[in-house]
């Protein structure tokens, strides 16, 4: 790693020296015209991204009821201490969290490129399965959480009903919500369901893009067909994976819609508790603790940021060294 | 695709951040479910009018409120522009709802919750209010209706107890009895098993674990009485003191008979299971006959009081929750909701809202009870004569510490029951944090 860094850095450096000053001549409207799009999407980020979120830092560090400025007073690290010490649901929650991106990563997205990788080899039909495969993710994933909530019901649900599971009496009676150790795993389906056609659609537009050429190559050159995917494909299509890792991630961190929607809106349903929800459980409610909750979103925060810039920084490393 | 890849990059990463910090903003949360209300009923007609922010989301209070707010328009002229949010999110909100823009009426509930409001000044006090209305009330309900500072803020319309529901049929034909007491509860839950029923019909799914703490309550006011009971619930006393375990104990007896999937299920399908005779029994509020689609069931439900434990306490508490209303502290229009407060006072408010919805019993003492039907006759008798009501463990208590530290914390237990002393100590070691004061 360290020695990546350095034959980086001496290359920049090797760069700078070569690039000439240039002199350029704008008009005011030019400058104003520069300032404008510049300006207008930099004050909307700071205003409605970073304000929000470094107020919250600020707010994690104090108590307050959420009624007047009044009421807030300082706590410093109380916040942070109780919720890594004393706060049942919050090491579940990291470890359902982190479940939901190893499970996001080996599952659904894998079977979004393998589709994908199917439906471009113009099978018959390849619209309809395209479509059929892509529906679930033109719904808002809170309605998948409704209709999810309708397939696993445990007295009416078509799940139940199916297996003959749906008699609270009898032997098997399958509680796919409420039983914890089963719960996680219901919902992961169900955002697995629609996570696969995300996937699917930004691969199959990435192998659409591919040029042809590139197979035609590898074909002459003897490769077989899972090949020439690994060998020539994958590594054409370096953007798509990109977005595709940084998706399963960010969509793995802010899981919450699905989950709020088929754990009802307390949130902390045992087995489904995850940071978002937690989030939410102190934020808003009828006796809200924002303080508390602003140390529960910083620390998510400082989660996603850890994982995105790494993994960002690397890229970019890999992507300067090449 | 055409463009560099380090561009997308960035745009992503720009993306990836911006994700994180919208999470962060969670206030934009409530203002989500907010704008999601129902449209309003009649239009607003310039100076005489009021607005009324109704939490009556299920089908049955939303028709009943919708009765009131057209019988006072007829009564006094005065147009009623109403906002109904859904019931749970509502109350979820309010804090917030009360500091934005609330409408000038609004549905609550009596007790400590209310109190906190009023004590934040969130809520308009309304003495002249009940110099007009306090002739129609009990001095319980009165006292109900103050804030810590001797002030009126409450307007009560009526209350519901919390008991044992069970359907006639199902006992006569299996010739079950009452339980008066809990040896013969534990053993008739028993029979009924043997009988192939699921005993207690339980659904704390979706967002519906705050059922389980009726169970809490009455069993607490069973085997530790009244002052404890509030004690408890007003953060004075610790939630692992010993007298609690006998309280675990007693419910864990109970949990073999606890319908399965209680956890999956939400308490209206929980009521549907005492309806289609798959359970025997279930405890609940009055509010159940809400759940009631074919009229003719009414008449077959019945309740009894939760069996005593402790002869020293008896049956002497009545769980039964007061619903009312309040005038918010931000309200445009002040004298106009003082007048429909005043109006909503008298017992005619509570005849139009009790015709609609009978599963409630009008707070006034002057309520017109001819029309009342068995289950409303039962219920008023029991409150009446009960020593001591109490308001529900969410409503006697810190609602964020009981929705985010108790009823997770028993739903889990329910889940495995063992002695409970673990999870009793998990709860009192965040009980400091909501009760600093």
């Given at each position: 790693?360290?020695?990546?860094?350095?034959?980086?850095g001496?290359?920049?450096?090797?760069?700078?020296?070569?690039?000439?000053?240039?002199?350029?001549?704008?008009?005011v409207?030019?400058?104003?015209?520069?300032a404008?799009?510049?300006?207008v999407?930099?004050?909307?980020?700071?205003a409605?991204?970073?304000?929000?979120?470094?107020?919250?830092?600020g707010?994690?560090?104090?108590?307050?009821?959420?009624?007047?400025?009044?009421?807030?007073?300082?706590?410093?690290?109380?916040?942070?201490?109780?919720?890594?010490?004393?706060?049942?649901?919050?090491?579940?929650?990291?470890?359902?969290?982190?479940?939901?991106?190893?499970?996001?990563?080996?599952?659904?997205?894998?079977?979004?490129?393998?589709?994908?990788?199917?439906?471009?080899?113009?099978?018959?039909?390849?619209?309809?399965?395209?479509?059929?495969?892509?529906?679930?993710?033109?719904l808002?994933?809170?309605?998948?959480?409704?209709?999810?909530e309708?397939?696993?019901?445990?007295?009416?649900?078509?799940?139940?009903?199916?297996?003959?599971?749906?008699?609270?009496?009898?032997?098997?009676?399958?509680?796919?919500?409420?039983?914890?150790?089963?719960?996680?795993?219901?919902?992961?389906?169900?955002?697995?369901?629609?996570?696969?056609?995300?996937?699917?659609i930004?691969?199959?537009?990435?192998?659409?893009?591919?040029?042809?050429?590139?197979?035609?190559?590898?074909?002459?050159d003897?490769?077989?067909?899972?090949?020439?995917?690994?060998?020539?494909?994958?590594?054409?299509?370096?953007?798509?994976?990109?977005?595709?890792?940084?998706?399963?991630?960010?969509?793995?961190?802010?899981?919450?819609?699905?989950?709020?929607?088929?754990?009802?809106?307390?949130?902390?349903?045992?087995?489904?508790?995850?940071?978002?929800?937690?989030?939410?459980?102190?934020?808003?409610?009828?006796?809200?603790?924002?303080?508390?909750?602003?140390?529960?979103?910083?620390?998510?925060?400082?989660?996603?940021?850890?994982?995105?810039?790494?993994?960002?920084?690397?890229?970019?490393?890999?992507?300067?060294?090449? | 695709?055409?463009?560099?890849?380090?561009?997308?990059?960035?745009?992503?990463?720009?993306?990836?951040?911006?994700?994180?910090?919208?999470?962060?903003?969670?206030?934009a949360?409530?203002?989500?479910?907010?704008?999601?209300?129902?449209?309003?009923?009649?239009?607003?007609?310039?100076?005489?009018?009021?607005?009324?922010?109704?939490?009556?989301?299920?089908?049955?209070?939303?028709?009943?409120?919708?009765?009131?707010?057209?019988?006072?328009?007829?009564?006094?002229?005065?147009?009623?522009?109403?906002?109904?949010?859904?019931?749970?999110?509502?109350?979820?909100?309010?804090?917030?709802?009360?500091?934005?823009t609330?409408?000038?009426?609004?549905?609550?509930?009596?007790?400590?919750?209310?109190?906190?409001?009023?004590?934040?000044?969130?809520?308009?006090?309304?003495?002249?209010?009940?110099?007009?209305?306090?002739?129609?009330?009990?001095?319980?309900?009165?006292?109900?209706?103050?804030?810590?500072?001797?002030?009126?803020?409450?307007?009560?319309?009526?209350?519901?107890?919390?008991?044992?529901?069970?359907?006639?049929?199902?006992?006569?034909?299996?010739?079950?009895?009452p339980?008066?007491d809990?040896?013969?509860?534990?053993?008739?839950?028993?029979?009924?098993?043997?009988?192939?029923?699921?005993?207690?019909?339980?659904?704390?799914?979706?967002?519906?674990?705050?059922?389980?703490?009726?169970?809490?309550?009455?069993?607490?006011?069973?085997?530790?009485?009244?002052?404890?009971?509030?004690?408890?619930?007003?953060?004075?006393?610790?939630?692992?003191?010993?007298?609690?375990?006998?309280?675990?104990?007693?419910?864990?007896?109970?949990?073999?008979?606890?319908?399965?999937?209680a956890?999956?299920?939400?308490?209206?399908?929980?009521?549907?299971?005492?309806?289609?005779?798959?359970?025997?029994?279930?405890?609940?509020?009055?509010?159940?006959?809400?759940?009631?689609?074919?009229?003719?069931?009414?008449?077959?439900?019945?309740?009894?009081?939760?069996?005593?434990?402790?002869?020293?306490?008896?049956?002497?508490?009545?769980?039964?929750?007061?619903?009312?209303?309040v005038?918010?502290?931000?309200?445009?229009?002040?004298?106009?909701?003082?007048?429909?407060?005043?109006?909503?006072?008298?017992?005619?408010?509570?005849?139009?809202?009790?015709?609609?919805?009978?599963?409630?019993?009008?707070?006034?003492?002057?309520?017109?009870?001819?029309?009342?039907?068995?289950?409303?006759?039962?219920?008023?008798?029991?409150?009446?004569s009960?020593?001591?009501?109490?308001?529900?463990?969410?409503?006697?208590?810190?609602?964020?510490?009981?929705?985010?530290?108790?009823?997770?914390?028993?739903?889990?237990?329910?889940?495995?029951?063992?002695?409970?002393?673990?999870?009793?100590?998990?709860?009192?070691?965040?009980?400091?944090?909501?009760?600093?004061?």
């Open positions: 790693m360290a020695l990546t860094a350095d034959v980086t001496k290359n920049a450096k090797a760069a700078a020296p070569r690039r000439r000053p240039r002199t350029r001549v704008l008009s409207g030019d400058k104003l015209f520069l404008v799009l510049i300006g999407p930099l004050l909307a980020l700071l409605f991204v970073w304000l929000p979120a470094l107020a919250s830092v707010i994690s560090f104090t108590q307050w009821d959420g009624i007047g400025l009044s009421s807030i007073h300082w706590v410093g690290l109380q916040n942070y201490k109780n919720i890594f010490t004393n706060y049942p649901p919050f090491w579940p929650a990291v470890e359902h969290n982190i479940i939901w991106m190893v499970f996001t990563a080996l599952v659904p997205t894998p079977a979004g490129i393998f589709l994908a990788y199917q439906l471009d080899r113009k099978i018959r039909f390849s619209r309809v399965y395209q479509m059929a495969i892509f529906l679930p993710v033109v808002s994933t809170a309605v998948v959480g409704f209709i999810w309708i397939v696993y019901d445990p007295d009416h649900g078509l799940l139940n009903n199916a297996l003959g599971t749906n008699n609270p009496s009898g032997k098997h009676y399958i509680d796919w919500l409420g039983d914890p150790h089963l719960n996680l795993w219901a919902v992961l389906v169900a955002s697995a369901w629609r996570h696969t056609g995300y996937v699917m930004l691969y199959l537009a990435g192998l659409k893009s591919v040029d042809p050429s590139l197979r035609e190559a590898a074909a002459i003897g490769a077989n067909g899972r090949q020439t995917f690994l060998r020539v494909i994958v590594p054409a299509m370096k953007p798509i994976n990109v977005t595709i890792i940084v998706v399963t991630v960010m969509e793995s961190l802010r899981a919450f819609d699905m989950v709020y929607v088929l754990s009802g809106n307390n949130g902390s349903k045992q087995g489904l508790e995850l940071l978002s929800l937690l989030i939410t459980n102190n934020t808003v409610g009828e006796s809200p603790r924002p303080g508390y909750g602003s140390a529960l979103a910083t620390v998510l925060l400082v989660v996603s940021l850890a994982a995105i810039v790494t993994f960002l920084v690397q890229n970019f490393r890999k992507e300067r060294q090449a | 695709m055409s463009r560099g890849p380090i561009t997308d990059r960035r745009t992503l990463l720009r993306g990836a951040i911006g994700g994180a910090g919208l999470l962060l903003a969670s206030p949360l409530a203002a989500c479910g907010k704008s999601s209300a129902s449209a309003s009923t009649g239009s607003g007609g310039g100076g005489s009018q009021v607005t009324f922010g109704s939490d009556g989301s299920d089908p049955t209070p939303r028709k009943a409120y919708g009765a009131l707010t057209s019988a006072y328009t007829a009564a006094s002229g005065m147009q009623v522009r109403t906002n109904t949010l859904d019931h749970n999110t509502f109350a979820q909100q309010i804090t917030a709802y009360l500091q934005g609330p409408e000038d009426v609004v549905t609550w509930f009596a007790g400590y919750r209310m109190q906190f409001f009023a004590q934040k000044n969130l809520l308009h006090p309304i003495d002249d209010v009940w110099s007009q209305i306090g002739g129609g009330f009990s001095d319980a309900a009165k006292k109900l209706s103050l804030g810590l500072d001797g002030k009126a803020y409450f307007v009560p319309l009526y209350n519901y107890p919390w008991g044992v529901f069970y359907r006639k049929s199902v006992f006569a034909a299996k010739g079950y009895q339980a008066a809990w040896d013969s509860f534990v053993a008739l839950c028993g029979q009924m098993k043997k009988d192939g029923l699921s005993p207690l019909a339980a659904g704390f799914g979706g967002g519906d674990s705050w059922t389980n703490l009726g169970t809490f309550d009455y069993l607490n006011l069973r085997i530790n009485g009244y002052d404890f009971h509030m004690q408890l619930m007003g953060g004075k006393v610790a939630w692992s003191d010993p007298r609690l375990n006998a309280v675990m104990d007693h419910w864990r007896q109970l949990s073999p008979y606890l319908e399965a999937g956890s999956g299920r939400k308490w209206q399908d929980a009521a549907q299971s005492v309806f289609d005779k798959k359970s025997g029994m279930t405890v609940t509020g009055l509010f159940m006959g809400q759940a009631i689609t074919d009229e003719t069931l009414r008449d077959d439900m019945d309740f009894f009081a939760f069996p005593a434990i402790d002869p020293t306490h008896g049956q002497d508490a009545v769980e039964a929750p007061t619903d009312g209303f005038l918010s502290a931000k309200a445009k229009h002040v004298d106009a909701g003082k007048k429909m407060l005043e109006w909503i006072g008298t017992s005619a408010a509570e005849t139009v809202y009790a015709n609609v919805d009978p599963s409630n019993v009008g707070a006034s003492t002057k309520a017109d009870t001819s029309k009342y039907n068995a289950l409303q006759q039962k219920s008023a008798q029991m409150i009446a009960a020593k001591y009501i109490t308001q529900f463990g969410d409503r006697d208590s810190d609602p964020g510490f009981i929705s985010a530290v108790v009823e997770p914390g028993f739903a889990q237990w329910l889940a495995s029951p063992d002695d409970g002393t673990s999870t009793l100590k998990k709860i009192e070691s965040q009980r400091s944090q909501y009760f600093t004061s």
